[in-house]
């Protein structure tokens, strides 16, 4: 079965710093780009970060450039997103998504094909 599996998510004070994985069957790993979105109740979902299939170049919002780093394992199959100097204003869902286009939030988003469940992440001021 394929499917994504996130973890990693929590509840830190403001400058503190933490690191969210994403497992992914060996089938989804070897064939797509990996990225992060997240999103808050009531708002539309945001891009965060993508990586390429080979991890050779990375693509960032605005918002988080400088602070985040989305990396990839694959031998392990996994995804990660190290955020660190983190606001209050990351605080949301973060979701893990495969997909085929790495150039930028917008194509990946609309080329999406596997979603994660989720997991929380919540920065206090």
């Known amino acids: 079965q394929e499917r994504l599996v996130e973890s990693g998510g929590g509840l830190v004070q403001a400058g503190g710093s933490l690191r969210l994985s994403c497992a992914a069957s060996?089938?989804?790993?070897?064939?797509?780009?990996m990225g992060w979105f997240r999103q808050i109740p009531g708002k539309e979902r945001e891009f965060v970060a993508v990586?390429?299939?080979?991890?050779?170049?990375?693509y960032y919002a605005d918002s988080v450039k400088d602070r985040f780093t989305i990396s990839r394992d694959n031998a392990k199959n996994t995804v990660y997103l190290q955020m660190n100097s983190l606001k209050p204003e990351d605080t949301a869902v973060y979701y893990c998504a495969a997909g085929l286009s790495s150039n930028g939030g917008g194509s990946f988003f609309q080329s999406a094909v596997y979603w994660g469940q989720g997991t929380q992440v919540t920065v206090s001021s």
């Open positions: 060996g089938r989804i790993f070897s064939r797509y780009a």
């Open positions: 990586i390429r299939l080979t991890g050779s170049s990375t």
